[in-house]
């Protein structure tokens, strides 16, 4: 099977549904290609316990405000799933889904999109896969000598599966103070950092941080100096959980260690500490291997972008992966506006205006 539109969305998750939104608006033909089985993206796999941080109006993609959670002032992320299905039935947006996609080609003027169901091709693309499916583990010594359970982020699930367990956290960013606030009651816990954790006000939440991020695009657009944006309040973001396992004592960080041994881990004084489990909040890396028959990656594996748009492919754009890719695109309120630019020049590419 060989398809043609004019755009192809590869990931069918908050970022696929604002760009299909505004190319909806302005009236180009597309298709969302979601490796998915169900609507919701990665919110559908997070952790238990994972809320928003910010209200639901705060939290809302283009052109429909997230209805309130009852009785939660900051959304769980079943209730996000739920919305991203509803905003996906709303705009009818053209999901194919499970689609996976396993690479992107130059086919002469348009761009070929091999995937195990059929081919695509299309006059541009749009990558929206997020990071959520590529999550990043450190080269650190001896990991593979660790004789207890090693998790990610994205494999940790409730407390309930390490009661009365010694439990190792290593990460001081937000899941890592998340998962460990969750493991703080009910499990022998130590929570590892690289540096002593950077807490925001505890009222700040989402709408500040996009305040931030906002201010320090304008900054950035107008040629000032880089105020620093989000990473100059902080690293965690103080949501309640997080505050009081805090304020009770029981989130107490602990320097980076050494190497992992067969029963735990150790620092470089000898000191050690005995673990069942070791959990990983260790971040993630795009998830852009289906990029790879392009040839666009540089140093590091990083692809050069002029905001959403491949610096050496202009019929490509990379959607929601970070600051990279426009102030706040990883975030629900923050993705709309790099969409609406993303899907402008795309719209004047296919014009034949650029």
């Not at 606030?181 to 925001?200: H, S």
């Not at 960080?253 to 067969?262: E, G, H, I, N, S």
């Not at 260790?282 to 140093?299: E, I, M, N």
Request: charged share 25%.
């Amino acid at each position: 099977m060989t398809v043609r539109t004019q755009v192809v969305v590869i990931g069918g998750g908050q970022a696929g549904l604002a760009a299909g939104y505004h190319l909806r608006r302005l009236g180009i033909d597309f298709v969302i290609l979601d490796a998915q089985t169900e609507p919701g993206g990665a919110w559908q796999h997070t952790w238990d316990s994972l809320h928003l941080f910010s209200p639901a109006a705060y939290s809302s993609l283009p052109g429909w405000f997230m209805p309130p959670q009852a009785g939660e002032e900051y959304p769980d992320a079943d209730h996000v799933v739920t919305y991203l299905r509803d905003y996906e039935k709303r705009y009818e947006l053209p999901v194919e889904r499970p689609v996976r996609v396993q690479g992107v080609h130059r086919d002469g003027e348009l761009l070929r999109v091999e995937t195990d169901s059929g081919t695509w091709r299309a006059g541009a693309v749009i990558s929206a896969t997020g990071t959520w499916w590529r999550p990043f583990l450190p080269a650190v010594p001896g990991r593979g000598d660790f004789d207890g359970r090693q998790l990610h982020t994205v494999e940790y699930r409730n407390p309930q599966d390490f009661a009365g367990r010694r439990v190792i956290v290593i990460g001081g960013g937000n899941s890592g103070a998340q998962i460990a606030a969750d493991l703080a009651y009910d499990t022998e816990l130590t929570w590892v950092t690289q540096r002593p954790p950077r807490y925001l006000a505890d009222d700040v939440d989402g709408r500040a941080l996009f305040d931030a991020a906002t201010a320090r695009r304008r900054v950035l657009d107008e040629g000032r100096t880089d105020t620093g944006g989000v990473a100059s309040l902080g690293d965690i973001v103080a949501v309640p959980p997080v505050r009081a396992a805090r304020d009770r004592g029981l989130l107490k960080a602990t320097p980076m260690f050494t190497r992992l041994v067969p029963g735990g881990v150790e620092w470089a004084d000898g000191t050690r500490a005995e673990a069942d489990a070791i959990i990983w909040c260790t971040g993630f890396r795009p998830a852009l291997s289906h990029f790879v028959p392009l040839q666009l990656r540089g140093r590091r594996g990083h692809i050069a972008t002029d905001g959403t748009r491949a610096v050496d492919e202009p019929r490509l754009h990379l959607l929601g992966y970070g600051d990279w890719t426009g102030p706040a695109s990883a975030t629900l309120i923050g993705v709309g506006r790099p969409a609406r630019e993303a899907a402008r020049e795309i719209s004047a590419l296919l014009a034949g205006t650029t």
